[in-house]
């Protein structure tokens, strides 16, 4: 059974209720790595963000005050302290609350905060709201989580999969703040101030900007409760309206059309690999919801008709010569913007080019034949069929579409229009999707020490 | 102090449990599961006389099973294969072989509709594999040698790609030296194995895989277990499977030879992968001895709460994340993480500094209490690869065939819950004080570089 209500905070709460063991929470934020400049909604004046400041918040928004000698969290007059001991952190509370998994993520466009939990789920929610409302960040131990990100970054500066996506990216993307890694790079993380954060909190952490999907064993009139009743403990109870989304104003067009002059070297790859994409932009602020979702269907649906495992358009790639092993393609996207993608390994890059530029020209000129369309639809729905049996996958799913148009639910309605859309309705979308100006490579090649 | 049983806990994870019939000369384990998807495997299980001879005769078949993938007469590529099953709106069968030492499973893994639909899903997918498996092009005169020189090259690459994960192949080298039935083959080996093989060397490593293995189905989903197994069982028959049960015996408990100097492996890693091993005094032979040394690890380095965790991360700010895991198949607890190589030492003296404190009892109540109840309730969520439910049929046979092919989990669900509840931190202190000891301990690195300075 699904549920939503709005609150008088204006936080939305999303219920989906099942016979499950678990329940599952997630509060989530339309802050993600993306943003880079805000307009602060009381001056309205523009801040400018240092890359990797939603990632760098998301660690340091689990610090919580310490328990005072009476057991309870003491009262403070600043939540920035120069220092504190004896702090406590969200993970452990929730934990030693008997939550079973506690986690919190940043993706482009949003940052969520969840956990699964069997026992005390409406205790557990109060826990995480309080952490995650309320920020209180000694500054010493603001400025140490420095080097625990460092160490994240150098992780994944350490796995060349990921690294040729973000070339990728910096080719691709003129000014969009997806330009920089989501967690910034070692030298934005140490530009970050205290001051900002909290302003950022102040911004995307008030509750009308905030939703809260509940999945399992919930019920919303207990959520609701167990929600207004924190909001008005913690001050918060009281409207205050979200901030204004700011286009990005990413023009058509990319930076570098291809690396293969330069290509990205590393140590660790075997053999070329070449990342080719065609960015395609949305604009939530002048496009409506259904508008949104069409864009989101017809991008998946194309992306998999032309290049993933089991199309006829592939199997004739990987017979004009594509590596059969590694190659496969795509659709990645957020709420602004998506990546109609392909990938592999060649030892051509320009065999390469050449084969992805005439399947995308096929596609423009003669639209993707209704049986690849057919095959894609066929794809994603026995994949949703794998979905609806995991309570864990729906949760996913409905933060997924959260951000993408705002509303969790549309999840649903994309399932519905999956099985609904025509071949004529997405092909009539390609010319946005796999514009050519859109389109670029990126090579990443062995070498180097 | 042991802490109270808890009946709906209890109730849940004894939903999770799976009976044994056999039907149509295959050992069928299966479990009710609610009307969601339903799972399926197809295993067969067979050990070799050696863990060398077990990982030549699984490299031929996996070779074998990826030159099948890529077609048959009907459905003539990899492509045509895949949608042969996606247009059925069948999620693509998994066919993999796994290896544990001397012993090797050959699986047919399926996700099928709820109810009846999944029955007539399988009349539908198991020809298809049954094709796969039985006429692939590979075999098919005239086509099969190309088939099987690009497949050649696929593996070959394969090999080589998986060295360029730094923290797989950090465990690989790993266990290439303290415990070489884990890996019997260096890389250079397998790249030979792969380069000299025939088609007959394939064809005879599979088909001898399949004929001596001993065949077992685990079913979890709201169908019929009959239903489900007697296309299976069919399957099945057609290799004419002569194993026996013996084949899921558990697997013995190995040790690591004595630990020496640090050990330091160079390879293009820039962030040192860091393995501290601490192989214990002696085997735990008691059930409640392994459950304590489990607590006592979650205390270590078991997750987010642990010390090594709250010290290395959350004190000290060195890593993004560190962790230890007692294997009693190896009969050891094994730190690990990656980071900056210059922090090597720091990091080094922290972990032993952690692991000297938890080794000798020195840990209070509340933390063995906390780890206790987290893993407690942690048995009822899967949390690793995929996020599952105990509901769920995935969750469900993933500890089946942990407990029963692989023979690394001895015991039920619920009665390792019962067993960790039973617990007390002194039991926890106890086990500690008489398995652990810090001075027993290995260190091994691989990264880019030179030999860091200590």
């Given at each position: 059974m699904r549920e939503h209500r709005v609150l008088e905070s204006g936080l939305s709460i999303y219920t989906v209720r099942s016979d499950s063991p678990v329940a599952h929470y997630q509060l989530f934020t339309p802050f993600g790595g993306d943003i880079l400049s805000y307009r602060d909604p009381g001056s309205g004046a523009v801040i400018e963000l240092e890359p990797g400041s939603a990632h760098y918040f998301e660690h340091v928004l689990f610090i919580m005050p310490p328990l005072g000698k009476d057991g309870k969290p003491i009262r403070y007059r600043t939540d920035t302290p120069k220092r504190k001991k004896n702090l406590r952190d969200g993970i452990t509370e929730l934990e030693s609350n008997k939550a079973i998994v506690v986690n919190a993520y940043t993706a482009n466009d949003h940052t969520n905060y969840w956990f699964v939990t069997r026992q005390n789920t409406l205790s557990n929610l109060e826990i995480m709201l309080d952490f995650v409302l309320t920020p209180y960040l000694p500054q010493d131990r603001f400025r140490k989580e420095q080097g625990t990100i460092a160490d994240e970054i150098a992780r994944g500066d350490n796995e060349s999969y990921w690294k040729l996506a973000e070339?990728?990216?910096?080719?691709?993307?003129?000014?969009h703040g997806g330009r920089s890694p989501i967690a910034g790079t070692k030298e934005s993380i140490a530009r970050i101030s205290l001051e900002d954060v909290l302003s950022m909190h102040d911004t995307f952490y008030r509750p009308s900007t905030m939703t809260l999907v509940a999945t399992g064993n919930v019920s919303m009139d207990a959520v609701a409760a167990t929600v207004e009743s924190k909001l008005r403990q913690l001050g918060k109870a009281a409207y205050s309206p979200p901030p204004g989304e700011v286009s990005q104003a990413e023009p058509a067009g990319v930076l570098v059309k291809d690396n293969f002059g330069s290509p990205f070297v590393r140590p660790d790859v075997s053999r070329p690999n070449v990342l080719a994409g065609w960015k395609y932009i949305l604009e939530p602020g002048t496009m409506s919801s259904q508008e949104l979702m069409e864009r989101h269907i017809a991008a998946e649906i194309a992306a998999l008709a032309l290049f993933t495992s089991g199309s006829r358009i592939r199997e004739r790639l990987v017979q004009q010569g594509m590596d059969e092993r590694t190659f496969n393609g795509g659709n990645w996207d957020v709420r602004d913007r998506g990546t109609i993608m392909a990938r592999g390994d060649t030892d051509d890059p320009e065999l390469f080019r050449k084969l992805i530029l005439s399947a995308a020209e096929d596609a423009l000129t003669y639209g993707i034949p209704a049986e690849e369309i057919e095959y894609a639809r066929c794809l994603i729905l026995t994949g949703e069929d794998m979905k609806s049996s995991s309570l864990l996958d729906l949760s996913g799913s409905l933060a997924g579409w959260g951000a993408l148009t705002r509303n969790p639910f549309d999840y649903f309605a994309a399932v519905e229009r999956f099985a609904s859309i025509s071949a004529a309705e997405v092909n009539a979308l390609l010319p946005e999707l796999l514009a050519p100006e859109n389109l670029s490579f990126a090579l990443m090649a062995p070498g180097g020490q | 102090m042991a802490l109270p049983l808890e009946e709906e806990a209890l109730r849940l994870l004894g939903a999770t449990e799976f009976s044994r019939e056999d039907s149509n000369g295959i050992a069928v384990y299966a479990n009710r599961a609610g009307p969601t998807l339903q799972e399926a495997r197809l295993c067969f299980v067979t050990n070799y006389p050696s863990a060398e001879e077990a990982v030549r005769e699984e490299f031929l078949a996996d070779f074998y099973l990826a030159a099948a993938r890529k077609g048959t007469a009907s459905h003539p590529t990899m492509d045509a294969l895949t949608r042969a099953f996606v247009s059925s709106r069948l999620n693509p069968p998994k066919l993999y072989t796994q290896r544990w030492r001397e012993k090797v499973a050959f699986v047919v893994e399926l996700s099928l509709p709820a109810g009846d639909a999944g029955a007539r899903s399988l009349g539908q997918a198991l020809p298809l594999v049954k094709e796969i498996l039985s006429a692939p092009l590979v075999r098919t005169p005239g086509q099969g040698e190309e088939v099987l020189e690009l497949t050649r090259q696929d593996s070959l690459k394969t090999i080589e790609d998986r060295t360029n994960d730094h923290g797989n192949h950090a465990r690989f080298l790993f266990n290439r030296r303290y415990f070489p039935q884990m890996e019997p083959l260096d890389v250079d080996a397998q790249k030979a194995l792969i380069r000299g093989a025939s088609l007959a060397d394939l064809v005879a490593a599979t088909e001898g895989l399949l004929a001596r293995a001993f065949p077992l189905l685990l079913f979890s989903g709201d169908a019929s277990p009959e239903d489900i197994a007697a296309p299976f069982a069919s399957l099945a028959a057609g290799y004419s499977p002569a194993g026996n049960g013996t084949a899921l015996s558990q697997l013995d408990v190995l040790t690591m030879p004595p630990p020496g100097e640090p050990v330091f492996e160079?390879?293009?890693?820039?962030?040192?992968?860091?393995?501290?091993?601490?192989?214990?005094?002696?085997?735990?032979?008691?059930?409640?001895?392994?459950?304590?040394?489990?607590?006592?690890?979650?205390?270590?380095?078991?997750?987010?709460?642990?010390?090594?965790?709250?010290?290395?991360?959350?004190?000290?700010?060195?890593?993004?994340?560190?962790?230890?895991?007692?294997?009693?198949?190896r009969n050891l607890l094994m730190v690990r993480t990656e980071h900056d190589p210059r922090l090597y030492g720091r990091i080094l003296g922290l972990v032993q500094g952690l692991v000297g404190e938890v080794a000798s009892g020195d840990f209070t109540d509340e933390e063995f209490i906390r780890q206790q109840e987290q893993m407690l309730e942690s048995l009822l969520v899967s949390h690793g690869h995929e996020l599952a439910s105990c509901d769920q049929p995935s969750f469900r046979i993933d500890r089946a065939y942990n407990r029963f092919v692989i023979g690394g989990t001895d015991l039920p669900l619920a009665e390792r819950y019962t067993i960790l509840a039973g617990l007390s931190p002194e039991d926890g202190r106890d086990a500690a004080r008489r398995f652990l000891d810090p001075a027993l301990n290995q260190v091994f690195t691989y990264a880019k570089g030179v030999m860091p300075d200590a």
């Open positions: 070339v990728w990216g910096q080719q691709a993307l003129v000014r | 160079t390879g293009p890693s820039e962030q040192m992968q860091f393995i501290s091993a601490y192989p214990l005094k002696e085997v735990p032979a008691a059930d409640r001895d392994r459950f304590a040394l489990s607590i006592v690890n979650a205390v270590l380095g078991g997750g987010w709460t642990s010390r090594l965790m709250q010290v290395v991360r959350e004190k000290h700010h060195l890593v993004y994340g560190i962790y230890s895991g007692f294997d009693d198949k």
